[in-house]
């Protein structure tokens, strides 16, 4: 007797909006870290996503990538802390501004997040190969139209 069933795969017609958004994003995240493990950038996971996504860190502070991210600032510092032990990025003091911090990527960083740019370019090749430039146009259309409006703020 199985612990549990599987359950029929489900048709994307009766899917909702966050799965079918969830799950093209997740496949995207996998394949940034895939292929910047296979370019020498090994020590990288899934969880420093949160860090190599448009915008992106640099010149930033912590508390604003928290927020971006939706997690704590302090889930945040221990991520930041990670990457800047692997030689990633470094927190400055942010001048004339107290206590403040600022995130700057290293020569590393940036070269991570050039690759992870690369790969989101060849990502958009192959998407526009397999949908057809016509309706990979409206997608990226359609997306941007909800990226400014009210619905994502």
């Not at 009766?14 to 895939?34: F, K, N």
């Not at 190599?52 to 927020?67: C, H, N, T, Y």
């Amino acid at each position: 007797m199985a612990f549990f069933e599987e359950k029929p795969a489900m048709k994307t017609k009766d899917m909702l909006i966050g799965a079918m958004l969830r799950v093209p994003s997740e496949a995207i995240h996998r394949r940034i870290i895939r292929e910047l493990n296979g370019a020498g950038f090994k020590e990288l996971s899934l969880p420093h996503m949160a860090l190599f996504r448009f915008p992106g860190p640099d010149g930033v502070r912590p508390g604003v990538l928290a927020e971006r991210a939706g997690m704590s600032k302090q889930a945040m510092n221990r991520l930041l802390g990670s990457l800047q032990d692997l030689g990633y990025l470094v927190r400055c003091d942010a001048s004339g501004e107290g206590r403040a911090r600022i995130v700057h990527f290293t020569k590393r960083g940036h070269e991570a997040y050039a690759k992870a740019i690369a790969v989101l370019r060849e990502i958009e090749r192959e998407w526009n190969a397999e949908l057809g430039e016509k309706d990979f146009v409206q997608l990226k259309r359609l997306l941007g139209r909800v990226w400014e409006s009210p619905l994502v703020k």
